[in-house]
């Protein structure tokens, strides 16, 4: 079984160690795996493009224009790559919640965390897209290694089950692409789960789009900030195996009602339940007409 | 895990639930009419808002996740003739995200119990009544017949004359000399004339080669 342990302690680079053990599980040659990946991140590519240049509206008009809103809008802090970042996360989560084509990683939800912080790095350092097959092969075996342990979806674990795993993700295939050791990525991996546990998932009205969409622009920048700290040899105090053990127990002790079920937190709010109200073609419960959504 | 390459909105309602219908759609062998759909949990709360509904039919007229008619699951479906209607379901202990499908064609009827559980990932729980378990990561070998002394065993020697692997195998019977259903995974198709050399047999009453679902 793989662990996260696994990995920390595997040769250099651990991204190499993943493709191994892949080809070995589906007898694939490595130079299709990595033709797909390639794919794939072309593909990410195209929805980071498409999203970035449109303001077109989700299926209930709560998002759609935040991404090209913070591309074309002024760098206020003077801080290229955090806004870069953003903007990417949030162009593949909008052009989701327009049913557009994304690559789920390893959810919908969590889509644009990954892209946003690897190829946000990337282009704000001028490295090349053939550069990120492999962070992005270690990736998917972060993700793997914390799947063994719980199911990664808002319905099972929470929030935390989703973008926690896909900022874990995100931050050991920056931490690989930026020069980390093995144990580098995975203490980097950890130290960005640790710091999302609790996470619930309350989606509101169930469309994922709020908070879902600048929840990956924050959670992209949480996992460059993990690399950040794992490339300056900080380590997760936790041992890495040990944070996924405990956020598979939050994610049990969660009441259902913060597992994308709509019945909690920011869905109950009054505007969340406007929304829903509206979305069903019923009236709000208080004030007359269909309302105008408050953010359209 | 970095992957489906898929049309939103989310893994588990949209693509999960894509893939479910398509379980359906190739049990079914034919093309669909009706389909009655049951949706569990949180399927049924926030399926809606996720194109659940929609990739659920999507799915049902075979089209894959990545496929930009998804959107438009519900029209295709009227030019296709295919009606369809939802329902709530409480299946009990089962993932929160579990769909009933009830699937009916001119001349044939299936019904599939299935979950997403995740990624794009899902595991089907259970077919025309029969309790199973596979995720439909590889191709999957399914077969309805009379329960007799020997029958896996002949599968089985099939299965090796073809040259197709047995990764996984589940068998659930009504009762002793009753109905029984064996999914059985494999590591690549069975051939043509090795499927049809099955159909053949005394008491096989249905049989079905389910292609790999997933891409990875
Ligand atoms: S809030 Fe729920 S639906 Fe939204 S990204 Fe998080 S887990 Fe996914």
Not at chain 1, 69 to 84: H, K, M, S, V
Not at chain 2, 42 to 50: E, I, V
Not at chain 2, 116 to 122: A, K, L, Q, Y
Not at chain 2, 135 to 162: E, F, K, M
Request: hydrophobic share 45%.
């Amino acid at each position: 079984m793989l662990t996260l342990t696994d990995l920390m302690n595997a040769p250099a680079p651990a991204s190499g160690w993943v493709l191994a053990q892949d080809c070995e599980e589906t007898g694939l040659d490595p130079a299709d795996i990595r033709a797909e990946m390639a794919r794939r991140i072309g593909e990410m590519r195209d929805s980071i493009e498409r999203g970035l240049s449109s303001d077109a509206k989700s299926i209930t008009g709560m998002v759609g224009w935040n991404a090209k809103g913070l591309w074309d809008a002024p760098d206020a802090l003077n801080a290229p790559l955090i806004r870069r970042v953003q903007a990417y996360a949030m162009a593949v989560n909008e052009e989701n919640a327009r049913m557009g084509r994304i690559v789920a990683a390893p959810t919908a939800g969590s889509a644009g965390t990954i892209p946003g912080a690897l190829l946000g790095v990337a282009d704000h350092l001028g490295i090349p897209d053939e550069r990120l097959v492999d962070p992005m092969i270690l990736a998917a075996g972060v993700g793997k290694a914390i799947s063994k342990r719980m199911f990664i979806s808002g319905a099972a674990g929470g929030c935390q089950a989703e973008i926690g795993s896909s900022a874990a993700m995100a931050a050991a295939a920056v931490t690989e692409l930026l020069g980390g050791s093995p144990r580098a990525c995975i203490h980097a991996a950890s130290l960005a789960l640790m710091n999302t546990i609790g996470l619930v998932c309350d989606p509101v009205g169930g469309y994922v789009e709020v908070p879902c969409v600048s929840r990956n622009a924050f959670f992209a920048v949480h996992a460059v900030s993990a690399a950040q700290l794992a490339l300056a040899q900080l380590e997760s105090f936790i041992p890495p195996d040990e944070v996924v053990g405990a956020m598979a127990q939050v994610g049990r002790m969660m009441p259902a009602q913060l597992r994308e079920t709509a019945e909690g937190g920011l869905a109950q709010t009054p505007t969340g339940l406007a929304v829903t109200a509206c979305m069903e073609g019923r009236q709000p419960d208080e004030g007359g007409g269909m309302i105008e959504l408050p953010m359209a | 895990m970095i992957g489906p390459v898929m049309i939103g909105p989310s893994s588990s309602h949209t693509a999960g639930a894509c893939r479910l219908g398509l379980v359906a759609h190739h049990l079914l062998g034919e093309a669909p009419r009706t389909a009655r759909i049951g949706l569990h949990a949180s399927f049924a709360k926030t399926g809606r808002g996720h194109g659940t509904h929609l990739a659920l039919v999507a799915g049902l007229l075979g089209f894959l996740p990545d496929d930009p008619r998804l959107p438009g699951a519900f029209a295709e479906a009227e030019k296709a003739g295919l009606k369809v209607e939802f329902h709530d379901v409480d299946l009990g202990d089962v993932h929160p995200n579990t769909a009933q499908i009830d699937l009916k064609g001119d001349t044939q009827s299936v019904m599939v119990i299935g979950s997403s559980t995740g990624g794009g990932i899902i595991r089907v729980g259970s077919v025309q009544g029969f309790k199973v378990d596979f995720d439909a990561s590889q191709p999957t070998l399914l077969l309805r017949y009379v329960d007799t002394i020997g029958v896996i065993a002949r599968v089985a020697t099939t299965l090796a004359a073809d040259g197709a692997n047995i990764a996984a195998l589940t068998c659930a019977r009504e009762k002793r000399g009753g109905d029984a259903l064996l999914a059985i995974e494999l590591d690549q198709p069975l051939s043509e004339p090795a499927l049809n050399f099955v159909r053949a047999w005394a008491g096989m009453a249905w049989t079905r080669m389910l292609p790999k679902l997933m891409d990875g």
